[in-house]
């Protein structure tokens, strides 16, 4: 079922509230941009009041830019056992990965095509939250979705 991100969003975790200003810097310029908290199975984050649409697969949720299909940012409650048996299953086919902490950066420059994960260690495996999007839109999206992943913590 596809439907607005803002709509999706269900009972808060208890520890944290229901709506935030995430902050980002673009170009040097300080932005503020309200945001939502999406409790996921496990799992919460807040995603930016924007023209999301979202996705809820059994084994992940995607929101995708409604005016740009090409970028994406998912959560994967159980992307693998290990930093590393997750870090390969995500990135399997990219051409150059960088690894920076709980933060992974791929590209596959033939496509123009960047990913990144921020790989989190919980009881039961790796939580992950995965974002996609084009070399055009790296400066813009690509530092929004890594402050968005920022926000990911597991609830237990």
């Not at 945001?35 to 697969?57: E, R």
């Not at 399997?92 to 033939?110: C, D, K, L, N, P």
Request: hydrophobic letters at 40%.
């Amino acid at each position: 079922a596809t439907t607005e991100a803002a709509t999706v969003a269900t009972l808060p975790a208890p520890t944290r509230e229901a709506h935030t200003q995430l902050e980002f810097f673009l170009e040097g310029m300080q932005e503020y941009q309200d945001a939502t908290l999406f409790v996921g199975d496990g799992y919460s984050l807040y995603i930016t009041d924007d023209d999301w649409v979202v996705q809820q697969n059994p084994e992940d949720v995607t929101w995708i830019c409604s005016y740009n299909p090409d970028i994406t940012l998912t959560v994967i409650p159980n992307a693998g056992d290990t930093f590393q048996q997750a870090k390969e299953t995500i990135f399997a086919g990219f051409s150059s990965t960088e690894t920076e902490g709980e933060y992974v950066y791929g590209w596959i420059e033939s496509h123009g095509i960047c990913m990144a994960a921020r790989l989190i260690e919980t009881e039961d495996g790796i939580l992950a939250a995965v974002w996609l999007y084009t070399l055009e839109a790296a400066e813009g999206f690509g530092a929004r979705l890594r402050v968005i992943a920022s926000t990911l913590e597991a609830t237990h």
